[in-house]
Protein backbone atom coordinates (compact mmCIF):
# COMPACT_ATOMS: atom_id res chain seq x y z
CA UNK A 1 0.00 0.00 0.00
CA UNK A 2 2.44 2.61 0.80
CA UNK A 3 4.65 1.69 -2.58
CA UNK A 4 1.50 2.41 -4.02
CA UNK A 5 1.00 5.83 -2.20
CA UNK A 6 4.58 6.89 -2.66
CA UNK A 7 4.61 6.02 -6.31
CA UNK A 8 1.13 7.63 -7.26
CA UNK A 9 0.03 10.05 -4.26
CA UNK A 10 1.98 11.00 -1.67
CA UNK A 11 -0.03 13.51 0.07
CA UNK A 12 -3.65 11.07 -0.59
CA UNK A 13 -3.88 11.28 3.21
CA UNK A 14 -4.06 15.34 3.67
CA UNK A 15 -6.25 15.92 0.45
CA UNK A 16 -10.09 16.09 -0.08
CA UNK A 17 -9.72 13.71 -3.46
CA UNK A 18 -7.75 16.38 -5.40
CA UNK A 19 -4.56 17.53 -4.94
CA UNK A 20 -4.39 21.24 -5.67
CA UNK A 21 -0.93 22.27 -5.12
CA UNK A 22 -0.09 19.26 -8.24
CA UNK A 23 -2.71 21.02 -9.93
CA UNK A 24 -0.91 24.07 -9.56
CA UNK A 25 2.60 22.53 -10.16
CA UNK A 26 1.30 20.59 -13.58
CA UNK A 27 -0.67 23.75 -15.17
CA UNK A 28 2.56 25.97 -14.53
CA UNK A 29 4.92 22.98 -15.98
CA UNK A 30 2.60 22.39 -19.07
CA UNK A 31 1.96 25.94 -19.55
CA UNK A 32 5.60 26.71 -19.69
CA UNK A 33 6.51 23.64 -21.70
CA UNK A 34 3.13 24.25 -24.27
CA UNK A 35 2.27 20.60 -23.71
CA UNK A 36 1.36 18.09 -21.12
CA UNK A 37 4.64 17.22 -19.17
CA UNK A 38 3.28 16.78 -16.02
CA UNK A 39 -0.25 15.43 -14.18
CA UNK A 40 -1.93 16.02 -11.06
CA UNK A 41 -4.25 12.98 -11.09
CA UNK A 42 -4.43 11.49 -7.22
CA UNK A 43 -5.29 8.22 -6.45
CA UNK A 44 -9.06 8.90 -5.84
CA UNK A 45 -8.85 10.60 -9.68
CA UNK A 46 -7.71 7.39 -10.78
CA UNK A 47 -10.38 5.42 -9.14
CA UNK A 48 -12.84 7.53 -10.65
CA UNK A 49 -11.86 7.38 -13.88
CA UNK A 50 -11.66 3.60 -13.58
CA UNK A 51 -14.93 3.14 -12.15
CA UNK A 52 -16.49 5.88 -14.93
CA UNK A 53 -14.21 6.40 -17.73
CA UNK A 54 -13.76 9.97 -19.56
CA UNK A 55 -12.20 11.63 -22.11
CA UNK A 56 -8.68 12.62 -21.90
CA UNK A 57 -9.77 16.54 -22.22
CA UNK A 58 -10.02 19.29 -19.96
CA UNK A 59 -13.82 19.26 -19.56
CA UNK A 60 -13.26 15.60 -18.79
CA UNK A 61 -10.47 15.99 -16.23
CA UNK A 62 -12.65 18.89 -14.29
CA UNK A 63 -15.99 15.67 -14.39
CA UNK A 64 -12.86 13.76 -13.02
CA UNK A 65 -12.37 16.30 -10.18
CA UNK A 66 -15.74 16.56 -8.90
CA UNK A 67 -16.41 12.89 -9.09
CA UNK A 68 -13.23 12.16 -7.03
CA UNK A 69 -14.65 14.89 -4.40
CA UNK A 70 -17.35 13.14 -4.28
CA UNK A 71 -15.74 9.47 -3.75
CA UNK A 72 -13.94 11.48 -1.19
CA UNK A 73 -17.16 12.49 0.55
CA UNK A 74 -18.81 9.42 0.83
CA UNK A 75 -16.05 7.23 1.51
CA UNK A 76 -12.86 6.69 3.74
CA UNK A 77 -9.51 6.64 2.81
CA UNK A 78 -9.22 2.92 3.18
CA UNK A 79 -12.27 2.62 1.03
CA UNK A 80 -10.63 4.77 -1.75
CA UNK A 81 -7.41 2.66 -1.43
CA UNK A 82 -9.11 -0.84 -1.30
CA UNK A 83 -11.48 0.21 -4.84
CA UNK A 84 -8.29 1.55 -6.67
CA UNK A 85 -6.42 -1.72 -5.93
CA UNK A 86 -9.01 -3.99 -6.90
CA UNK A 87 -10.14 -1.35 -10.07
CA UNK A 88 -7.03 -0.36 -11.89
CA UNK A 89 -5.26 -2.18 -14.43
CA UNK A 90 -1.96 -3.56 -13.87
CA UNK A 91 -1.07 -5.02 -17.57
CA UNK A 92 -3.08 -7.01 -20.32
CA UNK A 93 -5.97 -8.75 -19.34
CA UNK A 94 -4.77 -7.87 -15.31
CA UNK A 95 -7.35 -5.58 -13.07
CA UNK A 96 -6.42 -5.60 -9.48
CA UNK A 97 -3.46 -5.56 -7.25
CA UNK A 98 -4.41 -9.55 -6.02
CA UNK A 99 -4.54 -10.88 -9.59
CA UNK A 100 -1.36 -8.84 -10.25
CA UNK A 101 0.80 -10.18 -7.44
CA UNK A 102 -0.41 -13.65 -8.74
CA UNK A 103 -0.13 -13.68 -11.99
CA UNK A 104 3.85 -11.71 -11.88
CA UNK A 105 5.02 -13.35 -8.97
CA UNK A 106 2.64 -16.52 -7.85
CA UNK A 107 2.01 -15.01 -3.83
CA UNK A 108 -0.63 -13.45 -2.42
CA UNK A 109 -0.20 -9.39 -2.39
CA UNK A 110 0.26 -9.62 1.05
CA UNK A 111 3.49 -11.82 0.78
CA UNK A 112 5.37 -9.52 -1.52
CA UNK A 113 8.97 -7.87 -1.10
CA UNK A 114 9.27 -4.53 -0.62
CA UNK A 115 11.03 -4.85 -4.35
CA UNK A 116 8.11 -6.48 -5.93
CA UNK A 117 5.59 -4.12 -4.44
CA UNK A 118 7.66 -1.33 -5.58
CA UNK A 119 7.53 -2.72 -8.92
CA UNK A 120 3.70 -3.25 -9.06
CA UNK A 121 3.37 0.05 -7.61
CA UNK A 122 4.52 1.46 -10.33
CA UNK A 123 2.50 -0.23 -13.04
CA UNK A 124 -1.25 1.28 -13.11
CA UNK A 125 0.49 4.91 -13.94
CA UNK A 126 0.86 3.24 -17.65
CA UNK A 127 0.29 -0.34 -17.80
CA UNK A 128 1.60 -1.07 -21.36
CA UNK A 129 4.51 1.17 -21.23
CA UNK A 130 5.41 -0.48 -17.81
CA UNK A 131 4.62 -4.06 -18.84
CA UNK A 132 7.72 -6.31 -16.83
CA UNK A 133 7.44 -8.76 -19.56
CA UNK A 134 7.63 -6.39 -22.64
CA UNK A 135 9.33 -3.91 -20.99
CA UNK A 136 11.67 -4.77 -18.10
CA UNK A 137 14.16 -2.13 -18.69
CA UNK A 138 11.50 0.92 -18.23
CA UNK A 139 9.52 -1.23 -15.44
CA UNK A 140 12.59 -1.92 -12.91
CA UNK A 141 13.51 1.93 -14.14
CA UNK A 142 10.37 3.25 -12.54
CA UNK A 143 10.80 0.36 -9.60
CA UNK A 144 13.65 2.55 -8.26
CA UNK A 145 12.17 5.46 -9.15
CA UNK A 146 9.42 4.66 -6.16
CA UNK A 147 11.65 2.61 -3.88
CA UNK A 148 14.09 6.19 -3.64
CA UNK A 149 10.84 7.95 -3.16
CA UNK A 150 9.72 5.96 -0.29
CA UNK A 151 13.30 5.81 1.61
CA UNK A 152 12.87 9.72 0.65
CA UNK A 153 9.70 9.98 2.27
CA UNK A 154 10.95 7.90 5.40
CA UNK A 155 8.79 5.28 4.64
CA UNK A 156 11.77 2.44 4.52
CA UNK A 157 14.93 2.69 5.80
CA UNK A 158 18.62 2.78 4.28
CA UNK A 159 18.64 -0.72 4.95
CA UNK A 160 15.71 -1.84 3.59
CA UNK A 161 15.78 0.32 0.21
CA UNK A 162 19.69 -1.11 -0.04
CA UNK A 163 17.99 -4.78 0.12
CA UNK A 164 14.89 -4.15 -2.02
CA UNK A 165 17.57 -2.71 -5.01
CA UNK A 166 19.52 -5.70 -4.92
Not at 4 to 30: C, I, Y
Not at 33 to 59: C, K, N, W
Not at 87 to 110: N, R
Amino acid sequence: MLATVAAEDKRFFLHPGVDFRSVARAAWQNSKEGRAVSGASTITQQLARALEPRPRTFLGKLSEMFSAMRLEAGHSKEEILEGYFNGVSYGPLLTGAEAASQDYFGLPAKDLSLAQAALLAGLPKSPVNYYPRKNAKAAFSRQRLILRRLLDLGLVDKESYRLALA
